[in-house]
């Protein structure tokens, strides 16, 4: 975002909250060295001019000389200093005044005095410090030049220069001298509070569009911010992940042919709003367009949502309702089942039973316990907390998850599994309790089904479709192609000990984290889990 990297010059020291912007101080430093300029040449013409006015230099035409040429000369020198800018803004903005004051009080001394009207010329010197200098600076410059008003009068007076002294003249002058500088150091009071709010609201609103910026970066929802022309001001991160961009395209039509005419379509029909667009190996996209109205122009912002993850949140919505259903029905269920489990127990410990009647007893406990065991599975799927996602180093992660998992199941842990991490630094932004709840039903699946005794499950990490992606390969036959679509369905199963939840209760908590979990075939046609996660390091950008 722009940002005004202006300087601010406090040119009075005594005064150090007064501040001018640079540029403008040099150029009000050039005005008033045009200004000298022009009266030091003349003053010269008009000493020289045949027809130039009695009054210059009556009194002491040496002085008058000397005293217009030094004018002249420190004038242009001060011109190669300010051009060059060899000497700071406050040393030469304090030397003009100076030099500027104590010159027309010579000037004037030698033309008559106050009488000659010279003395009316530092009202002007006054007023430029007021405006080049600023603060009580300019009250100093106006004592300054009163005193000098009278003490010229003084000198006169005493040495009987003029016919009579003009004392009054003098104090009115002084006043007035006086009067403009405290003119002029009210609007530098005032200059300081604007430019102080004026500051304040630059802040204020620079930490706005720094806020602004980054919570359009970091919104789910992909935004496109294009003019009429369909050149593209602003693409958000979700966005060029959606588009699998890496950086910000010129024009519609970089993205996609379609979506630019979709966009003039819009542009005469406003009620062709909605858009959706397909790109090669992308998930399918429905744009809004949506009219931004400034000041100056129009903007237009497109929002880009994924069908599928809309379609997914519609999916959970109702799973979420059917989730609390079968949770109070599983309830309902387990005080029964309790009986039915307690009673076939009892009847199993009749002495009188044949071995056909003990068969039929270990059926109701069998089954009871599957039974119990789907319950406990809704239960827990009904029970399933929010999502606490951090960022987690995968390979410290995951050797320390397979340390503990093969403890717990007496496993050896160099034969059962083997981890394989492409790039050591991986990172991850997932719940770490959701991420183990995953990997324990992955990896006893494939204890269970992935024919250990052939060689070591293995959990391989890398990176892919540019996110970090955990895949548990086993030894396994893979399951049946008419099986695959159905295989994170709640209940499907095909094994007969199983309760077809596991799965189902995986995915949804890798959705829950931003994650996704599919089946796959390896290259050598082994069985295949891939879980793609967030990546923490984009995710914290």
């Given at each position: 975002m722009p940002e005004n990297n202006q300087s601010i010059i406090h040119p009075c020291p005594l005064s150090k909250g007064y501040g001018i912007p640079e540029q403008?101080?040099?150029?009000?430093?050039?005005?008033?060295?045009?200004?000298?300029?022009?009266?030091?040449?003349?003053?010269?013409?008009?000493?020289?001019?045949?027809?130039?006015?009695?009054?210059?230099?009556?009194?002491?035409?040496?002085?008058?000389?000397?005293?217009?040429?030094?004018?002249?000369?420190?004038?242009?020198?001060?011109?190669?200093?300010?051009?060059?800018?060899?000497?700071?803004?406050?040393?030469?903005?304090?030397?003009?005044?100076?030099?500027d004051i104590i010159l027309l009080t010579l000037i004037m001394h030698a033309s008559g005095g106050l009488k000659s009207g010279i003395g009316i010329l530092m009202a002007v010197s006054v007023a430029s410090g007021g405006v080049t200098i600023g603060g009580r600076c300019a009250m100093f410059f106006a004592a300054m030049a009163s005193l000098l008003v009278l003490a010229e009068e003084i000198y006169a007076d005493f040495t009987d220069s003029f016919a009579a002294a003009s004392y009054p003249y003098a104090g009115m002058l002084g006043a007035a001298f006086l009067t403009i500088a405290l003119l002029s150091y009210v609007l530098a009071k005032r200059s300081e509070s604007l430019l102080e709010l004026a500051a304040r609201h630059e802040r204020t609103i620079a930490n706005l569009e720094e806020l602004n910026h980054y919570i359009i970066q970091h919104l789910e929802t992909g935004i496109l911010i294009t003019?009429?022309?369909?050149?593209?001001?602003?693409?958000?991160?979700?966005?060029?992940?959606?588009?699998?961009?890496?950086?910000?395209?010129?024009?519609?039509?970089?993205?996609?042919?379609?979506?630019?005419?979709?966009?003039?379509?819009?542009?005469?029909?406003?009620?062709?709003?909605?858009?959706?667009?397909?790109?090669?190996?992308?998930?399918?996209?429905?744009?809004?367009?949506?009219?931004?109205?400034?000041?100056?122009?129009?903007?237009?912002?497109?929002?880009?949502?994924?069908?599928?993850?809309?379609?997914?949140?519609?999916?959970?919505?109702?799973?979420?309702?059917?989730?609390?259903?079968?949770?109070?029905?599983?309830?309902?269920?387990?005080?029964?089942?309790?009986?039915?489990?307690?009673?076939?127990?009892?009847?199993?410990?009749n002495p009188d039973f044949t071995p056909q009647d003990r068969r039929l007893t270990q059926i109701i406990q069998t089954h009871s316990k599957r039974v119990n065991k789907i319950i406990e599975d809704i239960l827990q799927l009904s029970?399933?907390?929010?999502?606490?996602?951090?960022?987690?180093?995968?390979?410290?992660?995951?050797?320390?998850?397979?340390?503990?998992?093969?403890?717990?199941?007496?496993?050896?842990?160099?034969?059962?599994?083997?981890?394989?991490?492409?790039?050591?630094?991986?990172?991850?932004?997932?719940?770490?309790?959701?991420?183990?709840?995953?990997?324990?039903?992955?990896?006893?699946n494939a204890l269970l089904y992935g024919h250990p005794e052939h060689g070591p499950i293995t959990l391989h990490v890398y990176i892919a479709q540019n996110s970090p992606c955990i895949e548990v390969i086993d030894n396994g036959p893979g399951i049946a192609p008419e099986h695959q679509s159905r295989l994170f369905e709640p209940f499907f199963t095909t094994s007969s000990k199983g309760t077809g939840l596991g799965l189902f209760i995986c995915k949804e908590l890798a959705e829950l984290n931003h994650a996704k979990l599919g089946y796959h075939l390896s290259q050598n046609q082994r069985s295949s889990f891939r879980l793609y996660l967030s990546d923490a390091d984009k995710s914290f950008r």
């Amino acid at each position: 975002m722009p940002e005004n990297n202006q300087s601010i010059i406090h040119p009075c020291p005594l005064s150090k909250g007064y501040g001018i912007p640079e540029q403008q101080a040099w150029l009000l430093l050039k005005v008033y060295l045009v200004y000298r300029l022009f009266l030091a040449g003349f003053f010269i013409a008009l000493f020289y001019a045949p027809v130039a006015p009695s009054v210059l230099g009556s009194l002491n035409t040496q002085l008058y000389h000397s005293a217009s040429l030094l004018y002249l000369l420190l004038t242009l020198i001060s011109g190669f200093l300010l051009r060059s800018r060899f000497a700071t803004y406050s040393l030469q903005a304090q030397f003009l005044l100076f030099s500027d004051i104590i010159l027309l009080t010579l000037i004037m001394h030698a033309s008559g005095g106050l009488k000659s009207g010279i003395g009316i010329l530092m009202a002007v010197s006054v007023a430029s410090g007021g405006v080049t200098i600023g603060g009580r600076c300019a009250m100093f410059f106006a004592a300054m030049a009163s005193l000098l008003v009278l003490a010229e009068e003084i000198y006169a007076d005493f040495t009987d220069s003029f016919a009579a002294a003009s004392y009054p003249y003098a104090g009115m002058l002084g006043a007035a001298f006086l009067t403009i500088a405290l003119l002029s150091y009210v609007l530098a009071k005032r200059s300081e509070s604007l430019l102080e709010l004026a500051a304040r609201h630059e802040r204020t609103i620079a930490n706005l569009e720094e806020l602004n910026h980054y919570i359009i970066q970091h919104l789910e929802t992909g935004i496109l911010i294009t003019n009429r022309k369909q050149i593209v001001q602003l693409a958000n991160t979700a966005a060029l992940k959606m588009l699998n961009l890496e950086k910000s395209p010129l024009h519609l039509r970089d993205i996609s042919a379609r979506l630019s005419e979709d966009f003039g379509d819009w542009l005469y029909d406003q009620e062709l709003d909605q858009a959706e667009l397909t790109l090669p190996d992308q998930a399918e996209i429905r744009v809004r367009f949506i009219l931004l109205p400034t000041r100056s122009r129009a903007f237009y912002m497109l929002v880009l949502e994924d069908i599928a993850l809309y379609n997914q949140h519609v999916q959970q919505s109702k799973l979420a309702s059917l989730g609390r259903l079968t949770a109070s029905i599983a309830h309902e269920i387990r005080n029964p089942l309790g009986a039915i489990s307690h009673a076939g127990q009892l009847l199993s410990e009749n002495p009188d039973f044949t071995p056909q009647d003990r068969r039929l007893t270990q059926i109701i406990q069998t089954h009871s316990k599957r039974v119990n065991k789907i319950i406990e599975d809704i239960l827990q799927l009904s029970r399933r907390s929010a999502s606490r996602r951090e960022k987690i180093q995968l390979k410290p992660w995951l050797t320390h998850y397979l340390e503990t998992f093969t403890l717990e199941h007496q496993l050896a842990e160099q034969k059962t599994f083997r981890l394989h991490i492409d790039q050591d630094r991986l990172t991850a932004f997932i719940d770490p309790g959701h991420l183990k709840q995953i990997l324990d039903n992955l990896c006893r699946n494939a204890l269970l089904y992935g024919h250990p005794e052939h060689g070591p499950i293995t959990l391989h990490v890398y990176i892919a479709q540019n996110s970090p992606c955990i895949e548990v390969i086993d030894n396994g036959p893979g399951i049946a192609p008419e099986h695959q679509s159905r295989l994170f369905e709640p209940f499907f199963t095909t094994s007969s000990k199983g309760t077809g939840l596991g799965l189902f209760i995986c995915k949804e908590l890798a959705e829950l984290n931003h994650a996704k979990l599919g089946y796959h075939l390896s290259q050598n046609q082994r069985s295949s889990f891939r879980l793609y996660l967030s990546d923490a390091d984009k995710s914290f950008r």
